[in-house]
């Protein structure tokens, strides 16, 4: 009888939560569901989430176990399963989730970043398959990453590892909810692309950009340029062409200094395609230092989908606390 | 007997060669030179450097062998040890030195990036021994870098992270001789203290810097400017926080993605000693993500000193090539 696992992802608005069979590379999820992130308790939602996805999975397998529990979170989650801090995690700091939460479900827990468990989801199952050294970026409201080194994820010395998205990259830029200024999600994510579209249509650009959000500028967000780039404004085009310039100069930073042989793109932001994708490329190839005379790195689409987080904190728990 | 490796270190104008006992963690070097970089074939130049320290030491210890060799050389060093570019060594591109050199000597030879050989030496014998997680930057004329993760040298996928210098930091910065604009290295070098020199002497400020340079503002140098700290100018004194600014946030961006445990500062800036790292570690503590949430990683001087390079090449070839 298989060993199942869940996996849960709490993201900041939602809640995803699954069951899998770790052992079985080609298995899909036994069950999977989505629920609005709970209000109260954190660990209370949490448990809440489980129990239902492990109730199901049980009954459905006809008496197949639930051994264990992954959980992504997000923000600094520390080796022994405490969460640190989180901007988009506000009033939980310093909270112990792996030991609370195993309590309230009796079963062992083991707790890391959301965008971690992402990367380590294209990892085993995904687009970085096969890939010892993998970077992996969620460019969503904000920037995750999730990073491999030699098969195995790179943790760092307290759990912290994989957090460009405040890596400075021009300090004399906006300030970052964070507190410092230029950080890399104020030019490579969902929210930067929305400013580079407003700032576009202040300048008398991009008309198509407004109308698509409704002929107001203050309501133009990141998927009203990708709306009118997909209708083929030459406006919109630019500004995916600016966003692109700027994931890519990030990117080229993280592969100076860690060298990766894949890089793969997940988030919200990566249902725009190659709208994305061809302007990150086309500033990626000479970007890295040496340029041309490096091997290439190949820039993928994540194939995970937003099941990558839930999907990735079954599979860390499975390697973790199953023997 | 003990079995010997000899080290040696290729830089922008030196060479240096030594020879050591890589079992005995207490070992200084038995033989050591350092003479001017090689202006012919640097293979044939490397070999007779390494047959000079070789002769020297396996006369002095009475009979004991030296068994193999290990290079740092100033650029991208793939895994199979050919250094396929560097701007510091200009005209060596794609050539097999690990090979060539282990041609010519008889011996076998592992070949990496100089600061990742720098960085394995402070690993192993100097300021990062005991950490896991290591981060060595040298600060020098330019920025190298040699990071550990789990106590091994993080190679990569090729063999060339740790770039750290080519990280871009603030795109309408000056060009970089990498040819892209605003890297680290143009805010956190030697010569980026000189132009900070420079240009607080145009701004009218700074007269003692000026003084120290002879008077021209031409000739202000990175030097300068930590002579006029050091007596005391509170101009030059301010030179230095601001380089120690941009030290510190390319540090911080480092330890975002990597989560080190400990920074060691290395290369001949570290010369000025706490003129430098006051600064840097002033700016430093609020500048990782979380700031004082998560905990503090030190910053600390290198003390391996000017060998750090050869003595480190010299383990890992041991690392590599002996049993």
């Known amino acids: 009888m298989a060993e199942l696992v869940c996996g849960l992802d709490l993201g900041g608005t939602k809640l995803l ?134 098969g195995e994820v790179l943790r760092g010395a307290h759990g912290y590892a994989g957090e460009p998205g405040h890596m400075v990259i021009d300090p004399s830029g906006p300030e970052c909810r964070c507190g410092r200024f230029g950080c890399w999600e104020q030019y490579a994510s969902g929210n930067a692309l929305g400013r580079f579209g407003r700032e576009a249509v202040v300048q008398g650009r991009a008309a198509a950009v407004m109308e698509a959000a409704g002929g107001s500028v203050d309501l133009v967000r990141g998927e009203h340029v990708v709306a009118a780039a997909a209708d083929g404004d030459a406006d919109a085009l630019a500004v995916m062409g600016q966003l692109g310039w700027w994931v890519a100069a990030g990117l080229a930073n993280l592969v100076n200094v860690l060298d990766s042989e894949i890089v793969v793109l997940g988030g919200g932001l990566v249902a725009a395609g190659d709208l994305l994708l061809d302007p990150v490329r086309r500033a990626f190839t000479d970007l890295p230092m040496g340029g041309n005379r490096r091997e290439a790195v190949p820039v993928v689409a994540a194939t995970m989908g937003e099941r990558a987080g839930a999907w990735g904190a079954a599979l860390l728990a499975a390697d973790r606390l199953l023997s």
Do not use: M, Q, Y
């Open 17 to 150: 939560a699954l069951v899998v069979d770790p052992a079985d590379p080609d298995a899909e999820p036994v069950v999977a569901s989505k629920v609005p992130r709970p209000s109260g308790d954190v660990v209370s939602g949490l448990a809440a989430a489980a129990r239902e996805v492990i109730a199901v999975a049980e009954t459905e397998t006809g008496g197949a176990r639930v051994r264990a529990v992954g959980l992504g979170a997000p923000g600094l989650v520390d080796r022994d399963g405490v969460f640190r801090f989180g901007p988009n995690l506000p009033g939980v700091v310093d909270r112990p989730l792996a030991r609370d939460l195993g309590a309230e479900l009796g079963l062992p827990v083991a707790v890391d970043n959301d965008a971690t468990c992402a990367g380590w989801a294209e990892h085993e199952r995904g687009a970085a398959r096969g890939a010892n050294h993998s970077l992996t970026v969620t460019l969503g409201t904000g920037i995750g990453a999730g990073l491999t080194v030699k």
